[in-house]
């Protein structure tokens, strides 16, 4: 596997980084518990009203500084059963520690290496912390496994409810398992997180695709009363200019998707250019040289004040030697014999203009939504996402719910997990009268 080396210019030392070493090292015992020290234990903390999620940062921080490792890990495994990896991708610094009281001292509490922190615990020392109820309520099917399945159907499968998650490819997780690097989210954090909503009893039927392969009326001849949509968006945004079509112009779902199958073996060679500004953009960027690429730049039409990504990933892939093109906008794809060779940009100010030598081009623009009318005849809005109040999760077709990336349009993993918590809360009370009726 390819390494990027870079020097320590504190230490004159060579790091090598590889596409599966953690960007991020996490706190010991030690250094947590220094971390904890720094809270000032806020009364009615304006850190856990920061929480999409209602992981409570304020109660779990305070349980790690009296080393209450355990308590730490229920607090947020209660209220998050995606801990482990929002603790590795969630915007803190536009969250909860933009929100700390510290941060007008001197910089606020480093809460998301305290929840990986705490999550780590409960890993290394097998906690057990979450019970399966009997499950002896209706039967619910989720359709998708990304973040915001996962999280209502651990809330239902917690309520006694019996929660079967369809899946169409071969692996659980959505974005999680394919489409993060893996220096920001290692699978075994993934996993972890997953297995917690399977020891839960909730089933899991993977290569399968809802809409095609079993449709809503024949899982509902299976005893299914309601259903939940948290499909991702998997369909990428593409623009039209010169050259779109080479071989070697790649989109960032895709291209991701592969690296994260191939367990980091994939190789990339030559010059990248990275097209976009948030974190899958610098995902890609990223992949692409510790996978091999002799130089990779990302070319970005805003300035970095207005790029989505967080600060952290940004440094993260300036730190691989990774070059920044701001205020540039894809204008078009060079080639010979039907490969890509080049790249040329036009300036946002209508003068300036960027030319690259390019073997290959990633367009991290966004993604957007599969045709949802194949699962179900659900309300779309004009950009394919489907209709409904993104926390009570009510679509046009009774029974059926819908959460998560699909109804708003594609944002953190954390409003994911919230919605899906919300919108369970929906489900449970429409069956609850659904069941009065009966």
Request: proline share 3%; with cysteine; net charge negative.
């Amino acid at each position: 596997m390819s390494k990027v080396t870079k020097k320590n210019q504190l230490q004159g030392k060579e790091i090598e980084r590889g596409y599966l070493d953690e960007a991020v090292h996490g706190y010991n015992i030690r250094t947590a518990m220094e971390e904890a020290a720094r809270c000032v234990l806020c009364y009615d903390a304006p850190c856990s009203k920061g929480c999409p999620a209602d992981t409570k940062p304020a109660d779990f921080i305070r349980s790690i500084r009296f080393r209450n490792f355990k308590g730490a890990a229920a607090t947020i495994r209660e209220a998050n059963i995606l801990g482990g990896c929002t603790a590795k991708v969630c915007p803190y610094d536009r969250l909860c520690e933009e929100a700390c009281s510290r941060t007008g001292i001197d910089r606020p509490i480093q809460i998301g290496r305290l929840q990986a922190f705490a999550v780590d615990m409960e890993r290394q020392f097998n906690m057990k912390i979450l019970e399966a109820p009997k499950a002896d309520k209706q039967k619910v099917a989720c359709i998708g496994s990304g973040p915001a399945s996962l999280s209502c159907a651990s809330v239902l499968a917690r309520n006694g409810y019996k929660v079967t998650i369809f899946e169409a490819l071969d692996k659980p997780g959505g974005v999680l398992t394919y489409g993060i690097l893996p220096s920001r989210l290692p699978q075994d954090v993934v996993d972890f997180d997953i297995q917690k909503v399977k020891e839960l009893g909730v089933e899991f039927v993977m290569n399968t695709r809802v809409g095609k392969d079993v449709t809503i009326e024949e899982l509902k001849e299976q005893g299914f009363q309601a259903f939940f949509i948290g499909a991702g968006l998997w369909k990428s945004k593409r623009i039209d200019i010169p050259g779109i079509d080479l071989k070697g112009v790649h989109y960032a779902i895709d291209f991701l998707k592969d690296a994260r199958s191939s367990n980091g073996e994939m190789k990339v060679e030559g010059d990248v250019i990275v097209i976009g500004g948030g974190d899958v953009a610098m995902d890609c960027a990223a992949t692409a040289k510790l996978l091999g690429a002799d130089r990779v730049s990302i070319v970005y039409r805003r300035t970095m004040e207005e790029a989505p990504a967080n600060n952290a990933e940004i440094e993260y892939v300036r730190s691989l030697g990774i070059s920044i093109y701001i205020k540039f906008k894809p204008k078009e794809i060079l080639g010979e014999d039907g490969k890509v060779t080049g790249f040329i940009a036009e300036g946002t100010d209508d003068f300036s203009e960027l030319k690259l030598k390019a073997d290959s081009v990633i367009f991290a623009i966004g993604q957007e939504a599969e045709d949802m009318k194949m699962i179900a005849p659900v309300e779309l809005n004009e950009n394919g996402t489907i209709t409904c109040d993104p926390n009570k999760g009510f679509t046009n077709i009774e029974g059926i719910f819908a959460g998560g990336d699909i109804v708003n349009g594609g944002k953190t993993v954390v409003e994911a997990v919230a919605q899906g918590k919300s919108v369970a809360k929906s489900i449970m009370d429409y069956l609850e009268k659904k069941e009065g009726v009966n």
